[in-house]
């Protein structure tokens, strides 16, 4: 099955600082690649648990004593490395986001390029499609979803438009959806506006805001002391939490302080923001938005 090249993949391992009999987790295995680099810097009593929810992952498990491949949402981390024992890590890795390998599977309907049905789910347990979000949300729902998730400035016309076209027929494809929605793509912004509308769906299908916000907040409790946070962004929402997170240990308002009045966050930040150099966008386009932070527990 095919993956594509991890993204930034010595600079997110490197961020570990790893440990040869460390335990480390990678909450979004994918293809592995991000797990195989970490694994060839383990030693024989080093320990990795990856998550992955889509079940095309699956096939890619590794065959190495060293490694566990848990088939759930890292939203859950914390619950499953406690079924394994494990109360405390010493590094996390997230690469977020889509995997390539989804983008390119048609019928999965992530990508722009193809026309499928109406999906765009990253687990097949996952009771919300996009066909429920464009057919099913009020009107309201969906203004706030084009607005919030896909920074869509038509959000309002956007929402009035599928509202008036699902009253004829339901929308079933990708491709319907298009044309619905073609009064809003001039062929100069086509490409970039449809970016956008997909992502807005697939962020609300796949409740990703809520995922990383809950993932963040077990990050404390499960990291040791000098433990390190890999964590790879590729659109505003994303690196808008982790740099809040990092800097507050909150997502809104100021870090809360101790009774003397100092700062009392679980992080400091390590090294500034890290993207991708010119000759990975080249090898790997999906590279060209990423963002990586990383953080040591303190």
């Not at 687990?123 to 919030?148: G, P, Q």
Request: hydrophobic residues 35%; aromatic residues 10%.
């Amino acid at each position: 099955m095919s993956y594509h090249n991890p993204v930034l993949l010595k600079e997110s391992v490197d961020g570990l600082n790893i440990k040869e009999d460390g335990v480390y987790v990678d909450v979004t295995f994918g293809g592995g690649g991000h797990s195989r680099e970490i694994l060839s810097r383990l030693g024989e009593k080093g320990k990795l648990y990856a998550f992955d929810q889509d079940e095309d992952a699956l096939e890619n498990a590794l065959d190495d004593e060293r490694f566990q491949l848990i088939h759930e949402n890292f939203r859950y981390m914390t619950q499953f490395l406690k079924f394994y024992g494990i109360r405390k890590v010493d590094g996390i890795l997230a690469d977020f986001g889509v995997s390539s390998h989804q983008f390119d599977k048609a019928e999965r309907g992530f990508s722009t390029r193809f026309d499928a049905d109406l999906d765009m789910r990253m687990s097949k347990k996952n009771t919300i499609s996009a066909h429920d979000v464009v057919n099913n949300y009020s009107y309201d729902e969906l203004r706030r979803v084009l607005f919030e998730y896909g920074d869509l400035r038509n959000a309002n016309a956007m929402a009035k438009a599928i509202e008036a076209a699902r009253e004829e027929s339901p929308i079933q494809t990708t491709d319907q959806l298009k044309g619905v929605l073609k009064q809003f793509l001039p062929s100069s912004k086509e490409h970039k506006i449809l970016a956008q509308i997909y992502q807005a769906i697939r962020i609300e299908v796949n409740q990703e805001i809520e995922v990383i916000k809950e993932f963040l907040m077990q990050t404390p409790g499960i990291l040791e002391a000098g433990g390190r946070l890999s964590m790879i962004s590729y659109h505003s929402l994303e690196d808008r939490l982790v740099k809040r997170f990092i800097r507050a240990g909150r997502f809104d308002g100021d870090p809360e302080k101790d009774f003397y009045g100092n700062i009392d966050v679980p992080f400091k930040k390590v090294g500034g923001l890290i993207v991708p150099s010119r000759e990975e966008i080249k090898l790997n386009n999906r590279a060209r938005s990423a963002k990586l932070r990383i953080a040591e527990r303190i």
